[in-house]
């Protein structure tokens, strides 16, 4: 969400970032509906006004035993000029500030200085890259035909039970999955100071609210019949902790992690990824969250960035990093870095991790602040996320990248201790 009163000081430089994200001039309009909607709350405050006034008035007569008729009557049309002020906001009738506010929930974050424009995933800019591409004597597979031919990765079986974009891992593979979400958390919590957390899955509409899921991408998630969402990832959950809140400012940066299932409807993706554990509906992931100040958004963006690429490092698998263009940049996101890991069986790079920095964006939307020294006063805090790791995508990658001409799957370094010294997976 968006400082009004900074879009009144700076209408054209608003328009300039809006432009960029493919959006026409839109200050007028939300400086207009906002001057009409302070018009109004300043009418209704002078109503009020007239009415304490009279009020005390009227008791001051009263105690005198002196005739207070007019004022009473003048008293009670101001009443009913308040009532109705009050009846029309809330008809609609009047511009309100939830009318206001509903305009800019609508717009998306201003995106960075530094992230190149576009139009689309096209134009995203690679950063770095990292590793060694794997070599075959032998046309590797890609991991759902490894995993169905091991017996440890079945689709059609859940689809009887759960439907298309389902999975269900068993024996080592099932394993393999445990271990991956123990190191990724150990690396976490033990050598970069996140703090683990076991957060709800089941959410209410002011948390995916908060973290500007709502309204914009309501159709991706999945709502209970008591009204609750599913997390569609442990950012609704972790980032909320801190909502309507005041941090002291020695306390920043906080920095979360957990470990949960996701939910997504995957609407608008018919026809992609309709194969294998890319694409699915229900997915784990180790989620980093950190909440900071504006002076180290951007310096904590490299560091959680660096840590989701630690993962990939320690196991050894080839990935690029890419800064993402101004038409692929997430709605909330003021800058995203996606981590991507080289998969063999499709000769591909894909996504693996998707590091933002939210600025103030969603801060705003759920009132988390912190007292700041410099300005001695309460500050919109920043907040950033990534995933370190998809857990799904990264056995997808392990599978790929480690497999043997005989189907078998070579096991990374670092995960043997987490399976018992075990080193292949067959």
């Known amino acids: 969400m ?39 709350i300043s009418n209704l405050q002078e109503l009020q006004h007239k009415t304490n006034a009279l009020a005390k008035k009227i008791g001051e007569l009263k105690a005198q035993k002196q005739n207070a008729d007019d004022l009473i009557a003048e008293s009670k049309e101001l009443k009913a000029k308040i009532a109705e002020v009050k009846q029309r906001e809330e008809q609609g009738e009047d511009v ?11 717009l998306p974050n201003i995106l960075a200085l530094d992230v190149p424009e576009g139009e689309s995933e096209e134009d995203n800019v690679e950063i770095r890259r990292w590793g060694v591409l794997p070599s075959f004597d032998f046309h590797p597979k890609e991991h759902f035909d490894l995993g169905e031919n091991l017996g440890l990765m079945d689709f059609e079986q859940t689809a009887k039970i759960s439907g298309a ?98 939910f997504r409807s995957e609407a608008g993706s018919a026809g992609k990824d309709t194969r294998g554990m890319i694409r699915q509906h229900q997915f784990s992931k180790v989620e980093i969250v950190s909440i900071t100040t504006p002076e180290k958004s951007e310096e904590e963006h490299e560091r959680l ?28 996101s003021n800058k995203t870095y996606d981590i991507e890991v080289y998969l063999p069986g499709q000769l591909h790079y894909r996504e693996i991790s998707s590091c933002s920095n939210f600025g103030a ?13 410099a300005q001695k006063e309460n500050v919109f805090a920043h907040t950033l ?42």
Not at 361 to 373: C, D, I, V, Y
Not at 412 to 425: R, W
């Open 2 to 40: 968006h400082d009004i009163k900074w879009i009144r000081e700076n209408p054209k430089v608003f328009d300039e970032a809006m432009k960029k994200r493919g959006l026409g001039p839109v200050a007028d309009e939300i400086i207009k509906h906002d001057k009409e909607k302070r018009k109004g």
């Open 385 to 426: 996320n990534g995933s370190a790791l998809a857990v799904g995508r990264t056995i997808v990658a392990i599978l790929e990248n480690y497999q043997n001409q005989d189907g078998t799957i070579k096991i990374p370094k670092v995960l043997q201790p987490y399976m018992d010294g075990q080193e292949l997976i067959g």
């Open 361 to 373: 964006f969603q801060a705003r939307r759920m009132n988390a602040r912190f007292r700041s020294k």
């Open 96 to 106: 309100t500030e939830e009318l206001v506010d509903g305009l800019l929930y609508t």
């Open 165 to 262: 974009r389902f999975v269900t891992l068993k024996g080592q593979l099932a394993r393999l999955e445990r271990a991956l979400a123990n190191f990724m958390l150990d690396i976490h919590t033990k050598e970069f100071g996140y703090i683990e957390v076991s957060p709800p899955l089941l959410v209410k509409d002011n948390a995916v609210f908060g973290t500007a899921q709502l309204p914009k991408f309501e159709t991706d998630l999945f709502k209970t019949t008591d009204g609750r969402w599913l997390i569609p990832t442990a950012e609704v959950s972790l980032t909320n902790m801190v909502r309507e809140s005041i941090i002291e400012e020695e306390k920043l940066p906080l920095r979360f992690c957990a470990y949960t299932p996701c």
């Open 305 to 332: 960035t660096n840590v989701a690429e630690e993962i990939l490092k320690r196991l050894e698998l080839p990935y690029r990093v890419m800064l993402l263009c101004s038409a692929d940049t997430g709605f909330g």
